[in-house]
Structure formats: C-alpha cells, structure tokens
C-alpha cells in the first residue's frame, strides 16, 4: 500500500475526456509493467490497458481508439487518457505494477461518466 498514488478520477459527461495519472518510486517504475484496470459496481475487476517498461502498449479490445495509455520515465509516472467516454466506463479505475514477482495496486480512483 502506498507505492502507486493514483489522481485524475471525476466525473465526464460521454463524449468526454479525463486523464488519470498514476506516480509510484523511480525503482518500481523502471522495472514494472505498469497497467490501469478497472472495476464497475457488481462486476469483476478487468485489464485497461498496460505499457511495459521499453514502451509496448496492451489495450482491452472495447478501449482500443479511445483510450491511450503513456509513460513518462522522467516523472515515474503512467497516464490514461480517456476520449469518447461512455456510461459503460463508468468504474474504480486502478493502476497497477508488475513486477512479475510482486503486484502492486494504487488505491483507485472512480470515473463516472453521465449520458
């Protein structure tokens, strides 16, 4: 607990945009997978989208052309840029470190997106 700190959440009319940021220590963040993932109320918690350390994107197929995942090396940070929200977004969106070995989670922070 403690090492991602997660910032951006609110809420978005659809048809809009919000950025989520997600900074952790430069040794976690050197080493790691970082991912966002989400979780809608009564669903399970699904993959976003990740981006391994030498910059390879991975996208959940419904998140594919709206939403980007980034990485700045020099802030030890992650983003999610989130376009052409939908309702269906609406989730506790989580960022996440891979280290293989060891997973770390952020806190959460709760996207709600209005129609």
């Known amino acids: 607990q403690g090492h991602l700190a997660e910032s951006g959440g609110g809420s978005a009319q659809a048809g809009g945009s919000l950025r989520l940021s997600c900074v952790t220590s430069?040794?976690?963040?050197?080493?790691?997978?970082m991912g966002w993932y989400r979780q809608a109320p009564g669903k399970q918690r699904e993959l976003v989208a990740q981006?391994?350390?030498?910059?390879?994107?991975n996208y959940a197929d419904s998140m594919k052309g709206r939403f980007t995942i980034s990485r700045d090396g020099a802030k030890n940070t992650v983003y999610l840029q989130m376009n052409s929200l939908k309702p269906e977004d609406t989730a506790v969106y989580y960022c996440?470190?891979?280290?293989?070995?060891?997973?770390?989670w952020g806190q959460g922070t709760l996207v709600t997106v209005s129609s």
């Open positions: 996440n470190a891979d280290m293989r070995s060891l997973q770390l």
């Open positions: 430069t040794s976690i963040f050197r080493v790691s997978t």
């Open positions: 981006i391994t350390s030498g910059g390879a994107t």
